[in-house]
């Protein structure tokens, strides 16, 4: 079975650092997309960030230049290093994996959560003002 496991939430001052973990069992991460999405309350799931199988990795505009998305390969977890955070970047973070060659998958397609068969329960990340 493929399973994601996401880790390393909580409280953080406004422009202190997190890393969160998503530890993948069934598959191997090389070989699919993952995804990071966030949920705040009240708020629609949106997608943070994306590392394609191919290497290439996309950042929602929110985002960019702050948190920086990675894998490692003998650890099967692909990681989601925050940086400067904000209080609006307080939500709970999901990963999610798709099996994806097709270079139709672009940016758009990568941070949506229509195009993900596979997610992993959240972890809520909190930013103090």
């Known amino acids: 079975d493929v399973q994601l496991q996401a880790s390393g939430g909580g409280l953080v001052q406004a422009g202190g650092s997190l890393r969160l973990s998503c530890a993948a069992s069934?598959?191997?991460?090389?070989?699919?997309?993952v995804g990071w999405f966030r949920q705040a309350p009240g708020k629609e799931r949106e997608g943070v960030s994306c590392?394609?199988?191919?290497?290439?990795?996309y950042y929602a505009d929110s985002v960019k230049d702050r948190f920086t998305i990675s894998s490692d390969n003998a650890k099967n977890t692909v990681y989601l290093q925050m940086s400067s955070l904000k209080p609006n970047d307080t939500a709970v973070y999901y990963c999610?994996?798709?099996?994806?060659?097709?270079?139709?998958?672009?940016?758009?397609?990568?941070?949506?959560?229509?195009?993900?068969?596979?997610w992993g329960k959240g972890t809520q990340v909190t930013v103090s003002s």
């Open positions: 069934g598959f191997i991460v090389d070989d699919y997309s």
């Open positions: 999610a994996a798709v099996q994806y060659s097709d270079n139709s998958f672009n940016k758009a397609r990568a941070l949506r959560t229509f195009e993900y068969d596979y």
């Open positions: 590392i394609r199988s191919n290497g290439n990795t």
